[in-house]
């Protein structure tokens, strides 16, 4: 029986171009709810760029590291895909805080 490759696993690409990814992804979304924001007076054009930037750097975090577990999970490495996600998700809470503290 033929593999489909549609749903074949593949580990070829580098931790940053993760980051890249996710970043695109989630500062176009941020983008498009922050300009429908804007246009309906709910935000400042200020307000809307920290958002585009927040989104983006947690997204391309997010990404990365999702994606580097996959990866893991495709060389059959559950164990290590389990602790860098565990460590990813405590990371992401840790940067949380630390913009919390910054925009205080």
């Known amino acids: 029986m033929q593999e489909n490759s549609l749903f074949t696993l593949s580990n070829t690409r580098l931790p940053f171009d993760h980051f890249i990814s996710g970043a695109l992804i989630a500062g176009m979304g941020a983008a498009a709810l922050g300009f429908s924001d804007y246009l309906n007076n709910r935000a400042t054009k200020k307000d809307v760029a920290k958002k585009i930037a927040k989104y983006a750097v947690t997204g391309g975090f997010v990404g990365a590291i999702g994606i580097h577990a996959s990866n893991l999970i495709a060389q059959k490495k559950y164990l ?25």
Do not use: D, P, W
């Open 80 to 104: 290590n895909a389990a602790a860098f996600t565990a460590a990813g998700i405590g990371g992401l809470l840790i940067a949380e805080e630390l913009i919390k503290l910054e925009s205080k």
